[in-house]
């Protein structure tokens, strides 16, 4: 679960890591009002959507004055902001985030985050700050910082000394940024993150260090045990269908391909979007119904692969092992015909009652391309998109 920049740098403050004062806005007027009491000879009006590069985008704005501040809030609001994460459908701007300005000596990167090849947690850091870090990270890796922490031992001061020097604070300002990362390490851990990232960490001209912009990203599974981020959630800023799905308990993610999938368990379901690449197609979606579809999922899912205007075939592959195929055969067969499919459905069931299954979809009156194996449904999937 992603969370917007205001509630990821209340977060912060909880912990003790330095950020600058601000107010949301979701109205011009309030902005005005907002740069008025934050008192700042500049303020930074910013666009809150979950998503990067929002000031090469035309989401953030400077402002010397409260009229400028709803100036610059009444050209934000309501705007479609197009950045390199948000694709070219972008995202519509609901509210603005008003900051005191800052007189920035240097900008920095900063971000903890789960190193899988190591097993541990790592501090990356740089001298490169508010640039994208895969950018550094191909042109300049040199300038890449990596501290790996071993979670049961925590992050050591030594470490955070470490980082501090190489990028090149000096000893009063090293102590500050010890505490900061000290904090946000405590946040991460704390919070079950799966992300906290500032970019760019701020040393000002008085050579104080705060987090001028953060981005923190949760783990879903981890929620429970966080009820008060849980009401951060922000459903808005999800794709529609991929909400929808939530609510019915389906895991969907939209791609750029042209197949729609129906699978039931994530690892087939990567494997069948593995499968359908190797055959020279694109997946259209991930879809994983779980190991406990039955007939409605089925027709569910069918409708939320069917509002993806690009799908040009559907591609169904079920194991049965808990769910049964013949029950995943009626519905495929009732959400076909309630949604009166229009494109090529290639279908492939293996495990419990597989020939059950197989027999219900050849007695239906519906054109069902039947396939045994994966690669067999994968190439018939793409000859179907293909036409």
Avoid: W
């Amino acid at each position: 679960m992603n969370v917007h920049e205001y509630q990821a740098k209340e977060l912060l403050r909880q912990y003790g890591v330095a950020v600058p004062e601000g107010q949301l806005a979701t109205t011009p007027a309030e902005a005005e009002a907002a740069a008025r009491a934050l008192g700042s000879e500049v303020v930074v009006v910013k666009a809150q959507v979950h998503a990067g590069g929002r000031g090469k985008g035309g989401g953030i704005k400077l402002a010397k004055s409260p009229a400028e501040a709803k100036t610059a809030a009444s050209e934000i609001l309501g705007m479609t902001l197009v950045t390199h994460q948000t694709g070219a459908e972008g995202k519509l701007v609901r509210s603005v985030y008003v900051e005191s300005g800052s007189k920035i000596a240097r900008e920095l990167y900063l971000a903890v985050l789960l190193d899988r090849a190591t097993e541990k947690l790592a501090v990356i850091a740089s001298t490169e700050g508010g640039m994208d870090i895969e950018e550094v990270a191909a042109k300049t890796p040199e300038k890449i910082l990596t501290e790996p922490v071993d979670p049961n031992l925590g992050l050591q001061s030594y470490q955070a000394r470490k980082i501090g020097f190489g990028l090149g604070l000096d000893a009063d300002q090293v102590k500050k940024f010890d505490a900061f990362l000290h904090g946000l390490y405590r946040l991460f851990v704390e919070k079950d993150c799966s992300l906290a990232e500032v970019n760019p960490l701020v040393v000002t001209e008085d050579g104080d260090i705060f987090a001028l912009d953060c981005k923190l990203n949760f783990d879903d599974s981890a929620l429970y045990r966080h009820p008060d981020v849980a009401e951060l959630y922000d459903p808005e800023e999800e794709d529609a269908r991929e909400r929808a799905a939530k609510e019915i308990d389906l895991a969907y993610v939209g791609l750029d391909g042209d197949i729609g999938c129906m699978v039931n368990g994530a690892g087939l379901a990567m494997a069948t979007l593995d499968m359908i690449t190797v055959c020279g197609g694109a997946p259209a979606n991930f879809l994983d119904c779980g190991g406990g579809v039955d007939k409605d999922k089925v027709v569910a899912a069918f409708k939320l692969i069917l509002e993806d205007e690009n799908v040009k075939a559907i591609m169904v592959n079920i194991f049965g092992g808990i769910v049964r195929c013949d029950l995943i055969a009626e519905g495929v067969v009732a959400g076909a015909q309630e949604m009166g499919l229009s494109v090529p459905l290639v279908v492939r069931l293996q495990g419990t009652n597989s020939e059950e299954g197989r027999q219900i979809l050849a007695d239906s009156d519906l054109s069902i391309i039947p396939a045994d194996t994966l690669q067999e449904a994968g190439e018939k999937a793409v000859a179907a998109a293909r036409g």
